[in-house]
């Protein structure tokens, strides 16, 4: 392990190695021999010595030392013992002196871990820091003071009166599960997140913060964009969809006539549109990780989870006070219990992947409970949760017990399907269509299972005859002993064996599957205990009034190590106590089954609160210039990131809360500033990627490319396909063909087949409409990084790869699309120039220039000549598949037909065989500009 730079002291350090071992763990040092030790220099004793050795020198032994040399004293290495002066001064194996007092130059210990010669400890990363050996040398030169455990004692429970120090500052929290958590010390700027929003500040605009940080680093800004590229803009950034050619039209001749108030009248037409809260919603739904199945080995259906997703959308339209938003999704139901839309805001609760197959139903409670915990710290108060649940947290001020407090908190919550009426405002479009086609395939499927059930009690009757017993039927029969009634299955063959499997589960899918047409939301009840199962999961009739959970702290995380009990509670580093809470328990939430949850809702939007109204601000922030002022929205802890703007951040949040908590007048201040309104070209690239290279100061507007759901509906609004109806039933869009029938393997099964919408005005909505199924995701969507909802997205990854050019320019969807727009141009346009030139207003926004119209003229001829000589063939629809499957036990194969009714009477989306010559050639050029950097970024 010794790492030295002259072979004669490596030599020298063989012969007593473990002699010597420093606070880092040196095992063995050269040294000279005791009989030519160093001459001992005076000691320089400062004042406060004893407070140094035991502020800074033991707490470094125990952090780099004791491991080897002190937590084991019969596994000592190099005999080396660092628990005691006397042990740390004499040295290890060797018995030579490894301090001298007063004399650090001539101290080995201190040789080494300045790596003078040596190299303790050997690898770089666990170099001490230059504070930590002058803290060293500066102990040496005291004499190497180690005063008793009572004056340590003293001096430590001294210097905890202290809030801040050199070390840094306190934050005082309801402790943890050692002292030397509890009073551990965080630099400020680590946890700002912690401290009280600000509010006093120089500047009153965004701009005048923005612009200070700008000229403290000498940054030019880049000038306003163009008012073709704000108008694009705003659209995508507040509708996730482009202006028409008229709407353009009408914003640029406003803008001529007077440019701030045709900006102004524009922001407020668009948040006033329906479409912001499609947009909107959806950067919420890609934070809660909203899906409409539940994941894991079954991937059930949650049939009735596109209410919650038609709740986001309506509570953004409306501009519901954030606070009042976060009250409804964690409490609603104890907020206002005969209310529907506070019980569909529930369905926060449900969003996470959760089951309960082949797991026992203590884990699979705490499995639900710890989700639910970690969901609300990341989404409400951007605080990840998961590290605190085995221990207090490594970097932030969380101890394990506010953990655990947060988790009795939601701990007599119990989730469920519960009834709730349907709202005038929801959409019931589609119901009888879709109970239609539920209804044949739950009866076929339903047919196929009782068809061998027959065959299997024919069996089991004459069985019953044989051995001269009355006959009981499956049910009936179930406990008897194993002589006392036929052989399972009996009379069906290996296959009929794995085929009634597979129908049974067939036809509870497919009954399951009627909730969709349900007054019913996904949600919790407050209640005890009961067992759960994912397939169906209903509140009791009747619940013991008298229960009360109990709850603990889960030593490691695990279950079966209870440790000390916890009463519900929040979060103590945030030095926000609870409204009505005991003096001597100010974080403490009610022990009451009910308004535990209400309880935490309330303080985590306590305007005193210092994460959450930060939080959400952030990310507003973030979808408009692509990044927050905090770049890790869903973490604003010591490891996430520090705010680029910090004062700004507060001021906004200030603003924010001061008015209501609303999100529409925090859009109009963002989007009324320069900072927003700047280009994406300045004039001096070169120099500010030296001063700012991620643009940290927004000296620049960054370009952003399209998400997936962008991309989808803007080519949809494009070619005049998208139809603009809002809420309701999920739509199934297109998806490739191969991925739609290929077999999804579930528990004991397999998942119906993925069949689109029958029409075009079903499938092509909006894609914050289509169907969300955590173990298949649309590929088109998938490869242009729609997120996993498995797991909470609080920044859509933009990275662009192969595949996405490989799908933009050869998948069904873009062809599709391509055709669609071109259909649109020959219908509107009568010429091939007035058709290209309507082709760039609709996905440019802008006239086409004299080289761009006669190179696409010449194209599309040339395309025209290639098509009259290549016919496309036709695309057709299965209206059934044949599955392969394994029976499980014995290994058999056997099939099974599965129906797919919707391509009976399909309308597909117009396809090459389809459409003229000319089309498919003008629809080539549409690729071509869908695939354009100036459709599919926003400048």
């Not at 030169?141 to 004056?151: H, L, R, S």
């Not at 039209?249 to 499609?278: C, K, M, R, V």
């Not at 692509?626 to 770049?631: C, E």
């Not at 929205?633 to 809360?657: A, C, I, M, R, Y």
Request: glycine share 6%; aromatic share 10%.
């Amino acid at each position: 392990m010794i790492k030295s730079r002259k072979f004669a002291t490596r030599r020298r350090a063989r012969s007593i190695i473990g002699a010597v071992c420093v606070a880092v763990g040196l095992g063995g040092v050269a040294m000279t021999s005791m009989a030519e030790t160093p001459a001992k220099s005076e000691p320089k004793l400062h004042a406060d010595a004893d407070k140094h050795f035991t502020l800074k020198v033991l707490p470094l032994l125990k952090e780099k030392c004791f491991g080897c040399h002190g937590s084991d004293p019969d596994d000592l290495k190099g005999d080396y013992d660092v628990r005691t002066r006397e042990a740390t001064m004499v040295g290890g194996e060797s018995g030579e002196v490894a301090v001298v007092e007063g004399d650090p130059e001539n101290s080995i210990l201190y040789q080494a871990v300045m790596w003078d010669s040596l190299e303790m400890p050997p690898k770089e990363n666990d170099r001490l820091t230059d504070d930590q050996t002058e803290m060293v040398r500066r102990w040496i030169m005291d004499g190497a003071p180690w005063p008793d455990a009572e004056t340590q004692d003293s001096i430590m429970l001294e210097e905890r009166k202290v809030a801040v120090n050199d070390d840094g500052v306190l934050i005082s929290t309801s402790g943890g599960l050692a002292d030397q958590w509890t009073y551990r010390r965080y630099e400020p700027e680590d946890i700002w997140g912690f401290q009280p929003v600000r509010t006093q500040f120089d500047q009153d605009t965004i701009d005048g913060f923005v612009d200070q940080q700008l000229q403290a680093a000498q940054i030019r800004a880049a000038g306003q964009a163009e008012p073709r590229l704000l108008v694009r803009r705003a659209y995508l950034d507040l509708l996730g969809l482009p202006p028409s050619p008229d709407q353009t039209e009408q914003f640029l001749t406003a803008w001529e006539q007077d440019s701030d108030q045709a900006w102004a009248n524009l922001i407020d037409q668009l948040l006033d549109s329906p479409h912001y809260g499609e947009r909107w919603a959806q950067h919420w739904l890609d934070v809660v990780r909203y899906a409409d199945t539940g994941g894991f080995s079954n991937d059930y259906e949650r049939s009735n989870a596109w209410r919650y997703r038609d709740y986001v959308i309506r509570s953004f339209n409306a501009d519901k006070p954030y606070n009042e938003f976060v009250l409804e999704q964690i409490a609603g139901d104890e907020l206002r219990p005969d209310d529907p839309e506070a019980r569909i805001a529930t369905g926060f609760l449900r969003m996470g992947p959760w089951g309960t197959a082949m797991i026992p139903q203590d884990e699979a409670r705490q499995l639900f409970r710890d989700d639910v915990v970690h969901s609300i710290g990341q989404s409400f108060l951007s605080m990840p949760m998961r590290c605190c649940k085995c221990h207090d947290h490594k970097f932030d001020p969380i101890p394990t017990q506010d953990y655990y407090r947060m988790y009795a908190a939601i701990s007599a919550s119990q989730p469920a399907e519960i009834e709730a009426e349907f709202l005038p405002s929801e959409n019931q479009v589609g119901f009888d269509e879709g109970k239609t086609l539920v209804t044949r395939l739950h009866e076929f499927a339903d047919g196929e299972r009782q068809a061998l059930i027959d065959k299997q009690e024919a069996a089991a009757k004459k069985w019953y005859d044989e051995k001269g017993l009355p006959y009981k039927d499956e049910k009936a029969r179930k406990d008897d002993p194993d002589d006392q009634k036929p052989p399972r299955y009996a009379g069906l063959d290996e296959s009929e064996k794995g085929r009634l499997k597979v129908r049974q589960q067939d036809a509870w899918i497919w009954k399951r599957r009627f909730e969709r047409f349900d007054p019913m939301t996904q949600s919790v009840f407050n209640g005890p205990d009961y067992w759960l199962d994912a397939k169906k999961l209903r509140q009791p009739k009747k619940v013991d009034p008298k229960w009360r959970p109990e709850s603990f702290i889960h030593t490691g995380g695990s279950l079966s190590a209870k440790g000390a009990a916890v009463t519900p509670g929040v979060l103590s580093g945030c030095g926000v106590p609870v409204e009505g809470a005991p003096i001597d328990d100010p974080f403490a939430l009610t022990t009451d089954v009910e308004g535990r949850r209400l309880g935490l809702a309330k303080w985590i939007v306590d305007p005193r609160n210092p994460l959450t109204a930060r939080s959400f601000v952030n990310r507003l922030w973030q979808y408009h210039f692509g990044r927050g002022l905090v770049g890790t929205p869903n973490n604003f802890g010591v490891k996430g990131s520090k705010p680029t703007h910090p004062e700004l951040l507060d001021w906004l949040t200030g603003q924010f809360v001061d008015g209501g908590w609303k999100s529409k007048p925090i859009h109009r201040m963002i989007m009324m500033s320069d900072a927003y309104k700047r280009s994406t070209w300045h004039p001096d690239l070169e120099g500010l990627e030296l001063k700012d290279p991620a643009n940290d100061l927004l000296a620049r507007f960054t370009p952003r490319r399209m998400t997936a759901e962008e991309m989808r509906d803007s080519m949809l609004s494009a070619s005049g396909e998208l139809n603009p109806e809002m809420g309701g039933l999920p739509i199934m869009p297109e998806i490739n063909l191969e991925v739609a029938l290929q077999p999804r393997m579930i528990q004991f099964s397999i998942a119906p087949a993925y069949q689109p919408s029958q029409t075009p005005q079903q499938r092509n909505r909006r894609t914050i409409y289509a169907y969300r199924v955590r173990g298949q995701a649309d590929p088109f969507l998938e490869v242009l990084n729609q997120p996993n909802p498995n797991e909470s997205c609080d920044l859509r990854d933009a990275a662009a790869v192969s595949p996405q050019a490989f799908t933009l320019m050869n998948s069904e969807l873009m062809t599709d699309r391509a055709i669609g727009l071109a259909k649109r141009l020959m219908k509107d346009a009568n010429d091939l120039p007035g058709r290209i030139e309507l082709a760039f207003q609709l996905t440019m926004g802008r006239e086409p220039t004299a080289n761009e119209q006669t190179n696409l003229q010449s194209y599309v001829r040339d395309m025209v000549t290639y098509h009259q000589n290549h016919e496309p063939g036709d695309v057709s629809y299965p209206t059934k598949v044949v599955r392969s499957l394994v029976e499980e036990f014995s290994g058999e194969p056997f099939e099974i037909d599965e129906l797919l009714p919707n391509f009976e009477n399909y309308s597909p989306d117009s396809k090459p065989a389809t459409v003229s010559e000319e089309t498919r050639a003008l629809a080539d050029a549409c690729l071509l500009l869908f695939n354009a950097n100036e459709f599919v970024y926003i400048y």
